[in-house]
């Protein structure tokens, strides 16, 4: 089984930060965008930030400039920095890997920020 593996949630206060991180296995790590995608209490899920293989990225509105996606080849791990972290960021966040009509989740990890 494709394994994707998510760490770093946890609660924090506003205007503090957080370090996700998502493990993958190289079969998947190599060949897929990576993404991580975030779903608040009854709302749908929503893209949050995405990286391919060419460092390429795309971030939401709503988290440009305080979140950053990046990736380490050796480590076969993406990251996700949440600066400036507000409410409104509650949410469980989910490591994807996506390939053509092909894609995988993590378990997810909860975030909270509250004071």
């Known amino acids: 089984q494709v394994q994707l593996v998510e760490s770093g949630g946890g609660l924090v206060q506003p205007g503090g930060s957080l370090r996700l991180s998502c493990a993958a296995s190289?079969?998947?790590?190599?060949?897929?965008?990576m993404g991580w995608y975030r779903q608040a209490p009854g709302k749908q899920r929503e893209l949050v930030a995405a990286?391919?293989?060419?460092?390429?990225?795309n971030y939401a509105d709503s988290v440009k400039g305080r979140f950053t996606i990046s990736r380490d080849n050796a480590k076969k791990t993406v990251y996700l920095q949440m600066n400036s972290l507000k409410p409104e960021d509650t949410a469980v966040y989910y490591c994807?890997?996506?390939?053509?009509?092909?894609?995988?989740w993590g378990q997810g990890t909860q975030v909270t920020v509250s004071s």
């Open positions: 994807n890997a996506r390939r053509f009509t092909t894609g995988y």
């Open positions: 990286i391919t293989s060419g460092d390429s990225t």
């Open positions: 190289e079969s998947i790590f190599s060949t897929h965008v």
